[in-house]
């Protein structure tokens, strides 16, 4: 019964779904362009990155400072 029961459980859409559109505004992201590591700025925290001297989130796989990039969605060049 204990296998069946577990069974029921996957199938009855038990589904922990990360709602990623209801989460924090992204106004850009990160990137290591040698690494293409790309981190959105919201998860920078998440993610425990290094600040250098700037408050500029270092690459975890390098060290660099990386590059922030705006997302295009407000990409508003006034
Ligand atoms: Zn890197």
């Not at 009855?12 to 590591?37: H, I, L, N, Q």
Request: net charge negative; with cysteine; charged share 30%.
């Amino acid at each position: 019964m204990g296998i069946v029961s577990t069974i029921e459980d996957a199938l009855t859409g038990r589904t922990e779904k990360s709602a990623d559109e209801s989460g924090p505004e992204s106004t850009g992201a990160y990137w290591c362009d040698d690494c293409g590591v790309r981190i959105r700025d919201v998860e920078v925290a998440a993610e425990g990155l290094d600040h250098d001297d700037e408050g500029t989130p270092q690459c975890p796989d390098c060290g660099d400072a990386m590059r922030f990039e705006r997302s295009h969605a407000d990409g508003c060049a006034c």
